[in-house]
């Protein structure tokens, strides 16, 4: 299969979109592990689940 004239460009924006949503979910995860040192010892999984949802 040959690749396309526009083929180079396309993964490469590919490339970019991925870096770019790969960086947003990790700032989820940290802000989740974050909540999670913060209550650890304090409450139950329904205390943590809201502080989750809600931050």
């Given at each position: 299969m040959a690749a396309g004239p526009g083929d180079a460009e396309?993964?490469?924006g590919?490339?970019?979109l991925c870096g770019?949503?790969?960086?947003?979910?990790e700032?989820?995860?940290n802000?989740?592990?974050m909540l999670k040192r913060q209550?650890?010892?304090r409450a139950g999984f329904a205390l943590l689940r809201?502080?989750?949802l809600l931050a």
């Open positions: 396309y993964v490469e590919l490339h970019a770019q949503r790969a960086r947003v979910v700032g989820h995860v802000r989740i592990k209550m650890f010892g809201k502080r989750v």
